[in-house]
């Protein structure tokens, strides 16, 4: 008897107030007008796409997203990769420097026919790659370069130790190119902002491929991007390929930078009223962290959004109702610190819908996607997602 | 040739060396000793236990945590009753108020023989339990008490609206009592603060006990709970039983409130060094949020941890080194601020371990654990966790 409860989506309702709360929605006609919106730019550019797939984590929204069924596409784990891999894409980058013990995993990809491309940033890791191509044909490794001093990679000032590393890659026949990831431009406020990074991304990776050449050292990939340089740029000149996540979903962290309108984000995730804290102002909903991650992106932004902005379940945002605090399984729902708006009537068993600051970290709460369309209340399918290493 | 990479946990290593990174990790010797002690401490306080399973989410861990293997227990949303009721479990509490849309679940879990009971705060709810109960046996139903102002629940002083509640309940024949839940004591910082917080949650669940039974109506349930209250009261006088769910594992969050050390914590995360930044003062990891989660929760305690702390591969914390940032796949970590701490020497490659500032939190980024015991580098086995709603 209680066999079936805990495959529910076998038995997806037809429509959205059929659907138990909390769960995520993934807007299909959204989604489509994002990617055909970065497609056409690029285009314009005149330099490759590389999607990178960790957004989505799905073999659905994959299909969608990509140029061609075989890739070229990014990935953060090498589970998507051997994912991705079943599943037809040949042409991968795993864009986090490589741990030595993952090469194993990388080799048995390559010689199952998947071009799968690797990160380097350091000697250890270049001499580590080396040792795992004498056996067999080489690894290619693109070499990280740190354009904004966010995170990883040479910086491309240091052309000593970018052309050390390409050295020991070369030598092994592992050296394909640079990348880098502008990843400060998540701090960006403003359009011409996001312009100035992409200017500032080009340079760096086109400055670290001519410490190579420079020396001798062969560059074939010139690889950049993040969603907010992606949309942004518009000189691309000595880049082959771009690569972005985010942009096919959007959320309110690339709305607060500027890249996107609340119109354009694609997931949001319903939630029930189930209690009212009138003395407080408070709402209370069946979507706490668990549903919508602890992150807070937008919280060193102009406009915070707290855990979240609040829609109708239409998907049209209630003005400056947000999400103000969250535990496991409930969210508060309250008027935006300082905007005296009137607590709207939300009776107990209302739907509502929540935008996520962070569409990546968003998403990694759920299973999978029921897949809607703006203006419709019809479910046209269910989209299972992974997670894992 | 690519069928296997995707279910790499039937070909579990032996030893903690041969894991890919990042995965989580459970100290199985901790997660027995966290449950003996909590076990022990109600035992002397001659209190019942209803462990929640919202923390573990494992049928594995459940069936060390439970009192007996049909409960009591309790859980955070329908899927965890519908899972652990498959697996025997007889006795819960969905300790979530009631979204009226899920009354179906509830009542076809209830003609499976399950006994479940769910939370109301208000009438509307009250009214949709006493109609849902109409056509057949009543839904047990706990009225939702707030002891601390930190959530949902009726405040103990309105006497007037709990007996309203009441009524409406009772008339239906699903009166079983109150429930309330010290969410606020997480804000504690020492254990005289813990103590103060769980006289306050009793004081405030047995009140609302007087007042149902002081306008004729029973309460054979109060129910009062969470871990730092749990593990610092020492009189529960007309309680009749009390919930936990973090004690299992602990984390840092607790570490600071002061109900646990650093040594009882049985979470962590092992990780890979990937990278230096030596002029950030930086080490790379392959944790970032996706394996730690978004979880700040020791922001505002006196020793903020950000990210995690970190130890070594034998779990034993490194002083000082924490994990000031995250990206989806990267950690970096670096001394603490204001702590001038020689950044120890980690190659790429090393092995480390990085305790969470949330067990349920983190645990929920991961399919599952790969069980071990301090002092020993043998893995035990995998245990695999659910998510979902």
Redesign the interface.
Known sequence: ???D??DRHSDLPDCIDGL????LLLDEGRLDANVARMRAHLDACNVAFRPHL?TAKSLDVTQRVLPHPSGPATV????EA??F??AGVKDMIYA???????LP?VL??R??GIDLAILA??R??AE?IAAASADGPPLPTLIEI?CD?H??GLVPEDAAEIVAVGRILDAAGALRGVLTHA?GSYGDRTPDACAASAARERAGAVAAAEHLRGAGLPCPVVSVGSTPTAASGADFAGITEVRAGVFMFFDLVQAGIGVCTTDDIALSVLT??????RD?GWI?V?AG???M????GTADQPVNQFYGLVCGPDGVPIPDLVMVAA????G?LACRPGRPTALPDL???ARLRILPNHA??TA????GYVVVRAGSDRIHGYWPRF???
Chains 1, 2 share one sequence.
């Open positions: 008897m209680l066999q409860f805990t138990q709360t909390p769960c960790k953060s784990t090498l589970k051997e994912i891999a079943k986090v420097g490589i741990a030595p013990a993952k995993r048995a990809l010689r199952a940033d350091c250890v890791q580590a740190d001093g995170r990883s990843g029930s009223v189930i209690g009212h804290r407080k209370i069946d962290w668990m549903a991650s602890r992150d807070l535990n496991q399984e409930h508060i009776p107990v068993g990546c970290a990694a709460q759920h299973d997670g894992g290493w």
